[in-house]
């Protein structure tokens, strides 16, 4: 930030020169705080119409092209007010909450240094902190050094700072108000801002809301900056509700257990949870229908299912693997990008080309970051075409992008067969919500998948506990009776840690197991 510091500041200080002219002044310094804790510094200086009385060019004595080749943009070049005042008014996005130091130490030094914007998170909401202090002490001092008084143009100080107080009998900085405004944008109600120092506390009409502190610089009180914004989300009650409505259903689900129980006790056999007897019950006197002997009327023809791994090399087997137990799982999971879809590194593959083609010139890293926060749910499809600098209409971007998505040949038949067996289908996926959706609309699994668990609905990604965790509370099954498909080590390992059942998706691979892990090499025909 060595640079762009002097290039802002030089035009603070030519605008104080101004006062050596003028009776008052006021620098309005605004920070937008965007719910993921990006957001944006405003500055607005204003003058009255004494100080453009008395200049022979009011407007061409600020010269502004150094702020813009410091990162700011110039929302209204200096221009006169309908008061007759003098105005300019600048903007810096900050792209994350612990780099707004940086942007706010361009505009005045130390005066902002040590202001900070801290995330917190609780059971049902996000709270943001600003706290630091505002220090004017120093007068005008913060604002000048050697390199800036070099580049001034216009009307410098033409004497010493110490004469032209005493021409003015005032410190040069008393003329100056300063005033910091943080807006919390997501935030609805003035009574979900916690600001006690702050001079008011307002909601605005766009939405959000603004606490202000004011100074004078070179007061010699040091202004308190502490401000707290709730954000609550009805998400995690939802959760609650579903746990709390699946404990009511636990009744029903031990005598289900017990019924089958009984009927293995019964009957002498192993039943799946399709109701048909497996394949190794071994009772002599039962025999196990099959393709050739016939079935009993009403029930469908049931062949043996290998665990992977007992031939000597992975097939295209389209049936999922038996427990570890002998019984087939009550629920296959499915993972989204490399299992139903083709591409396992569709960002890479997909995103970073289709990103280039439309003018995107970030490096693949920055791509993929800027992915995988829309993937944890801190940025929507159209804020990540954006910041990947592509202008176009985002819903155009979104089914031009998806439509490279193609569904793994035999995933839709292998789908079908297991709900015609009675077991379930459920996807866990890391990506953004509104893409996911869309997807599964375009080739038809909204019906025959479900649930679907989405990285950016829960708040984190695979391999995080707390995603098979969502899964296990949205589905209502054991993790020991699901069956989690993946084509990345890294997730079969965290959900084998938690009991689940796995194997890994891949059409490739030249041997039974992997690790811990069985082979699936594909759907079949």
Known sequence: MTVP????????LLLIALLGVACQATAEVGVVVEEDGSGTVNVVFS??????????DPVGDLRIDDLRDAGWTVEQEPHLTPDGGLQLEVSKPYPAAEQLDDVLAEIGGPIFDGITLVRSRDFDGTSWTVEGS?????????????QLITLLAGRPFGETLDDLEAQLGAPLGSFLDLELAVTFLGVDQRDEVDAPLAVSVESEPEGGVTARWLTTVGDQDVVAISAVAERTSIVPWIWLGLLIGAGGLFVLVVMAQIVRAVRRRWLGVRVGPSGLPLADSGRPDMPMPSATSGAPAGAESVRPVPLPGSGPAPSPD??????????????VVLDGMGVIFGEGDDIRKLLVPFARERGCTLDVDEIVSLSHSGSLGRLSPAEVWEALGIEADPTELDAAYLALHHLTPGVGAFITRMRGRGIGVACLTNDLSAWSLELRRMHGLVEIVDPWIVSSTVGVRKPEPAMYEALRRTAGVEPRRCLLIDDRIENLDAARDLGYLTALFSPDATTPRVGDHAVLAGFGA
């Open 5 to 12: 510091r002097p290039r802002i500041r030089a035009v603070w």
């Open 47 to 56: 003058t009255d119409q004494e100080t453009v009385d008395l200049l022979i």
């Open 134 to 146: 505002i220090d004017v002490r120093d007068g005008v001092g913060n604002f000048a050094d050697e």
């Open 318 to 331: 389209p049936d999922p693997p038996e427990e570890e137990d002998g019984g087939n799982p009550e629920l």
